[in-house]
Antibody, heavy 115, light 108 residues
Framework: QVQLQESGPGLVKPSETLSLTCTVS????????WSWVRQPPGKGLEWIGY???????NYNPSLKSRVTMSLDTSKNQLSLKLTSVTAADTAVYYCARGHWDLNTWGQGTLVTVSS | EIVLTQSPGTLSLSPGERATLSCRASQSVTDNSLAWYQQKPGQAPRLLISAASRRATGIPDRFSGSGSGTDFTLTISRLEPEDFVVYYC?????????FGQGTKVEIK
């Protein structure tokens, strides 16, 4: 059974870079696509983008200039980097399997942007 | 970008009643590329329905999805106490993928 676990700093300063890792267990990341979704406190879901196992990516245009997704197949992990963060980037960040419907999700990790 | 509008924002019903949630798209969602998710407080969303009407693994049959084009519906035939949470629709017909703003089902 595939499981996903997000990890990374819970607090990031404004203008700095948010960096998160999603560790996948129970299944190889190869052969699948993987998405990142975020949810500001008390608000709805926002799709950030997805990455294929080949490494090709598709980002939300609203974040495209600041987002980078990558894979580390040796560690069975995917990563998310978001540059130049502001308070508006405060959210729970989720990784999920798929790029159509998202059938498996991590538990999410709260990232707060504050000085 | 396809904008998804869910209605109502909040649905007040009693256990055992039928819930009908709507998701309307600003343009046609091709190939019925629409999913529904359930989100309980403090938890990640859970996939309920994909391809507009296909129940995900392990989802009870009281949950059903229907619709095509721009109008989609999630129906919960008889509400159980654990169903009083928030539901989101999501389209994967085009990029960027988008979600509706959510419908909260609350106990009347």
């Amino acid at each position: 059974q595939v499981q996903l676990q997000e990890s990374g700093p819970g607090l990031v300063k404004p203008s700095e870079t948010l960096s998160l890792t999603c560790t996948v267990s129970g299944h190889s990341i190869s052969g699948y696509s993987w998405s990142w979704v975020r949810q500001p406190p008390g608000k709805g879901l926002e799709w950030i983008g997805y990455i294929y196992y080949t490494g090709s990516t598709n980002y939300n245009p609203s974040l495209k200039s600041r987002v980078t997704m990558s894979l580390d197949t040796s560690k069975n992990q995917l990563s998310l980097k978001l540059t130049s963060v502001t308070a508006a980037d405060t959210a729970v960040y989720y990784c999920a399997r798929g790029h159509w419907d998202l059938n498996t999700w991590g538990q999410g990790t709260l990232v707060t942007v504050s000085s | 970008e396809i904008v998804l509008t869910q209605s109502p924002g909040t649905l007040s019903l009693s256990p055992g009643e039928r819930a009908t949630l709507s998701c309307r798209a600003s343009q046609s969602v091709t190939d019925n590329s629409l999913a529904w998710y359930q989100q309980k407080p403090g938890q990640a969303p859970r996939l309920l329905i994909s391809a507009a009407s296909r129940r995900a693994t392990g989802i009870p049959d009281r949950f059903s999805g229907s619709g095509s084009g721009t109008d989609f519906t999630l129906t919960i035939s008889r509400l159980e106490p654990e169903d009083f949470v928030v539901y989101y629709c999501q389209q994967y017909s085009s990029s960027p993928r988008t979600f509706g703003q959510g419908t909260k089902v609350e106990i009347k």
